[in-house]
């Protein structure tokens, strides 16, 4: 069983700043892709960004150059900086990650966290 907490979402105003965590527990052998969704509601849900095991990243055009994906490999834990935020910003945003859950898995398993809700007042 793994399991995803996420924390850091609440209400800010436009231009600011907010800086979400997941931390990833559970029984599994390594992560391989972490990454951040946003959800509205009517809307498909949409990756914001990800982050390879060994850094690589990518990002939503309309996040780039605002929003920063981080992991902490040895603490199972990956952060989305978020910087500059705007009304389009307010969303559900919820961590996913790919995990081998042993050394022996021919394949990754999936999962999500709950969400936070982020909301940014213009």
């Known amino acids: 069983q793994v399991h995803l907490t996420e924390s850091g979402g609440g209400l800010v105003q436009a231009g600011g700043s907010l800086r979400l965590s997941c931390s990833v527990s559970g029984s599994f052998a390594s992560i391989a892709d972490m990454a951040w969704y946003r959800h509205v509601p009517g809307k498909a849900r949409n990756l914001v960004a990800i982050?390879?095991?060994?850094?690589?990243?990518n990002y939503a055009d309309s996040v780039k150059g605002r929003f920063t994906i981080t992991r902490v490999n040895a603490e199972n834990t990956v952060d989305l900086q978020m910087n500059n935020l705007n009304a389009e910003d307010t969303a559900v945003y919820l961590c996913?990650?790919?995990?081998?859950?042993?050394?022996?898995?021919?394949?990754?398993?999936?999962?999500w966290g709950q969400g936070t809700q982020v909301t940014v007042s213009s």
């Open positions: 996913h990650v790919e995990v081998w859950q042993s050394r022996h898995s021919t394949g990754t398993t999936k999962y």
């Open positions: 982050i390879r095991r060994h850094g690589e990243t």
